[in-house]
C-alpha cells in the first residue's frame, strides 16, 4: 500500500505539471521526457561551442513546453533557459552587454511562449466547443432513438391464435426500419414491415412519417391494396425522389386460417409450413412506397395451419457481412427456420437474430429488424367462407 500510495503521488505530480488535455490523453512521463530532453541537448550543445551564441535555440525546449506544460510551468522553463545560456556564456563579455543579451533572450522567449500558449488555448477552446456540440448531439440522438422507440410495438399482444416477437437493431443510433402489429378485429390482426433507403437520421425521419401513416391507415377502411395506394402518396409527398420505403404489409385471419399480404419491393418473407418442412417465399409484387407516382399492386394470399411460422425481416439480416465480405444471405436464413420445433416465436427471433451476429461479428453495417409470428390456432376450428 505505501508503494502504491507514492507512485499515486508522484503521477498526480506529474500530471499536474501538464496541460489538462495532454495529462488526461497518456502518460504523464513522455511529455516531461521531451521537454528536459530537448533541454538538455540544447544546453550540451551550448557548452560545447563558445564561439557564437546558440540562445535561439533554447526555443526548442521552450516550444515544446509550451505545447505540454501548463502556462506557469512554460513561463518559468524561460528563466531556466536564459540561467543555462548566461552561465555558458564567454565570461569575457561587457556585464552591461551580458545583462542586455539575457533580457532580450528572455523576451524573445516570453514572446514565443505567449504565441504557443495562446494558440494552444485556443485549440483547446475549440477542442471543448467541439466535444460539447458531439455531445450535445448525442443527446439529441437519443431522444430521438427513444421517440423513435415510441412507434414500435411496447409490449407482445395478447391475440388468439397468434404468437408474435419482434425486434429492431438500428445500426447508428437511430434507424430506417419500422415493423407494427395490431389487431383490426376479434379475428383480423395486421402486421407491417417496413425499410427506407439509407440509415441515420434521414432514414429514421421517413421511417417515422411512414410509421405515422400506417396508424392513421388503420383506423380507415380496411382495403390492403388502397391503403398501400394513399401511403404512397402521402410518403412520396414527404419524401425526395431518392428516398423511398420496401413495405409488406399483412392481414391474419385467425378464424379462415389465411393471410393475405401485398409486398411492396421488401423482402420476401418467409413461410414455414410444419407439416411438410417445406419453406415458400412471400414476394414482392409492385415497386416500393415512394418511387412513383402510381403503384400498382397485387394482393396475394396464403393458406396457414397451425405451427406454421412466419418470418419477416429487413436487408440487415440477409445482407450482413463476415470478414471476409460474405453475406449471410437467404440460404442461411431459410435453413435456420427450416429447422423447426421452435418451442415459441421469441426463441426464433433470438436464434436468428444470434445467428446473423454470430456471422457479422456483432457489427451490423445496416438497420436489422425481425418479426416472427407462429400460428398456434390448431384448436380453432377453421370459419366458412
Same mark, same amino acid.
Given at each position: ?28 512521463? #513522455? ?37 505540454? #506544460? ?21 565570461? +569575457?563579455? +561587457? ?41 450535445? #448531439? ?84 380496411? +382495403? ?66 415512394? #418511387?412513383?407516382?402510381? $403503384? ?49 416465436? $421469441? ?39
Amino acid at each position: 500500500m505505501p508503494a502504491k500510495l507514492g507512485d499515486f503521488r508522484e503521477s498526480v505530480l506529474l500530471r499536474s505539471l501538464l496541460r489538462k488535455d495532454v495529462a488526461l490523453s497518456g502518460p504523464a512521463w #513522455l511529455p516531461l521526457a521531451l521537454v528536459l530532453g530537448a533541454l538538455s541537448a540544447v544546453a550540451y550543445a551550448d557548452r560545447l561551442v563558445v564561439s557564437i551564441s546558440l540562445v535561439y535555440l533554447y526555443i526548442l525546449p521552450l516550444a515544446v513546453g509550451a505545447i505540454f #506544460l501548463r502556462k506557469r510551468v512554460s513561463y518559468s522553463l524561460i528563466v531556466v533557459c536564459v540561467l543555462f545560456h548566461d552561465y555558458y556564456s564567454p565570461r +569575457n563579455i +561587457n556585464p552591461g552587454l551580458r545583462i542586455f543579451h539575457n533580457l532580450s533572450a528572455m523576451l524573445c522567449f516570453a514572446l514565443v511562449v505567449y504565441v504557443i500558449q495562446r494558440h494552444m488555448e485556443q485549440r483547446e477552446g475549440l477542442a471543448k466547443t467541439v466535444r460539447q456540440q458531439r455531445d450535445d #448531439l448525442l443527446k439529441d440522438l437519443e431522444l430521438a432513438a427513444q421517440v423513435q422507440r415510441l412507434f414500435l410495438p411496447a409490449d407482445k399482444p395478447a391475440i388468439a391464435g397468434l404468437e408474435i416477437a419482434g425486434m429492431m437493431h438500428p445500426a447508428q443510433g437511430v434507424g430506417g426500419d419500422y415493423y407494427d402489429y395490431f389487431p383490426i378485429d376479434a379475428r383480423t390482426t395486421q402486421i407491417v414491415i417496413a425499410d427506407v433507403s439509407g440509415k441515420g437520421v434521414p432514414a429514421a425521419l421517413l421511417m417515422s412519417a411512414t410509421a405515422a401513416a400506417m396508424r392513421l391507415e388503420a383506423n380507415r377502411q380496411r +382495403n390492403m391494396l388502397e391503403q398501400v395506394g394513399r401511403l404512397n402518396t402521402e410518403i412520396g409527398a414527404v419524401s425526395d425522389p431518392e428516398r423511398y420505403v420496401t413495405l409488406l404489409v399483412a392481414e391474419i385471419d385467425t378464424h379462415k386460417h389465411i393471410i393475405h399480404y401485398v409486398n411492396c419491393g421488401h423482402n420476401p418473407a418467409l413461410l414455414f409450413r410444419a407439416k411438410t418442412g417445406a419453406v415458400s417465399l412471400m414476394n414482392s409484387s409492385c415497386l416500393p412506397i415512394g #418511387l412513383s407516382p402510381e $403503384e400498382i399492386c397485387e394482393l396475394s394470399s396464403a393458406d396457414l395451419a397451425g405451427g406454421d411460422i412466419l418470418v419477416f425481416y429487413t436487408d440487415g439480416v440477409t445482407e450482413a457481412e463476415n470478414g471476409l465480405g460474405e453475406e449471410f444471405g437467404m440460404e442461411r436464413l431459410t435453413a435456420l427456420v427450416r429447422q423447426g420445433s421452435w418451442p415459441s416465436a $421469441e426463441d426464433i427471433m433470438t436464434k436468428i437474430y444470434n445467428a446473423a451476429a454470430d456471422f457479422c461479428g456483432d457489427n451490423f453495417d445496416d438497420d436489422l429488424t425481425i418479426l416472427v409470428v407462429k400460428c398456434n390456432f390448431d384448436a380453432s376450428p377453421v370459419a366458412s367462407s
